[in-house]
C-alpha cells in the first residue's frame, strides 16, 4: 500500500529536525514543524483513511462510481486546506502532486486502471482530482 502523504510529511519534518540538530541545517530551518501542524496531518490522515475504506468495497465499479470516490475525498481535503484551525497551514505544490499521486495510487492498488478511467472521460490521468481541487 502506498504511504499516506502525512507519512511522508512526519518523516520529512524528523529529519530537517535531526539535521538542524547535527548542524547540518541552520537554526533558521528549526520552524519547519509549523509547516505541518499535528492537526493538518491528522485531518489528512482521517481522510484519506476514509478514501481507502471506500476504495476497498468498491467491486467492479462503473467510472461514476469511481469518480464519485474520488469527488468525495477531494471535496474532504478541500475542506481540510481551509481550515483555519491549522493556523493557516495548508496544501502548496508538493503536497498537492503527493495526494494527488496517492489517490491514483490507492485507486490503481484497488484494480481500477486509472489511465484508461482518465481517457474514457478525455482527460490525463494526472487531472482526475481537477474538477473538484481548489488546493
Known amino acids: 500500500m502506498a504511504n499516506r502523504p502525512p507519512e511522508n510529511w512526519r518523516t520529512w519534518m524528523a529529519e530537517v529536525a535531526r539535521d538542524v540538530e547535527a548542524g547540518i541545517l541552520g537554526p533558521e530551518c528549526a520552524g519547519v514543524a509549523e509547516m505541518y501542524p499535528e492537526s493538518l496531518l491528522r485531518a489528512t490522515d482521517s481522510v484519506l483513511e476514509a478514501f481507502e475504506?471506500?476504495?476497498?468495497?468498491?467491486?467492479?465499479?462503473?467510472?461514476?462510481?469511481?469518480?464519485?470516490?474520488?469527488?468525495?475525498?477531494?471535496?474532504?481535503?478541500?475542506?481540510?486546506?481551509?481550515?483555519?484551525?491549522?493556523?493557516?497551514?495548508?496544501?502548496?505544490?508538493?503536497?498537492?502532486?503527493?495526494?494527488?499521486?496517492?489517490i491514483d495510487l490507492t485507486l490503481g492498488?484497488?484494480?481500477?486502471?486509472?489511465?484508461?478511467?482518465?481517457?474514457?472521460?478525455?482527460?490525463?490521468?494526472?487531472?482526475?482530482?481537477?474538477?473538484?481541487?481548489?488546493?
Open 53 to 102: 475504506a471506500e476504495v476497498r468495497v468498491l467491486v467492479e465499479p462503473s467510472d461514476e462510481e469511481i469518480f464519485g470516490t474520488v469527488e468525495r475525498v477531494v471535496l474532504a481535503l478541500n475542506a481540510v486546506d481551509g481550515d483555519v484551525d491549522h493556523g493557516g497551514a495548508g496544501y502548496c505544490t508538493e503536497e498537492r502532486e503527493q495526494l494527488c499521486a496517492y
Open 109 to 135: 492498488e484497488h484494480g481500477v486502471d486509472v489511465v484508461a478511467l482518465a481517457a474514457r472521460r478525455g482527460i490525463d490521468r494526472a487531472e482526475i482530482t481537477d474538477a473538484w481541487r481548489d488546493w
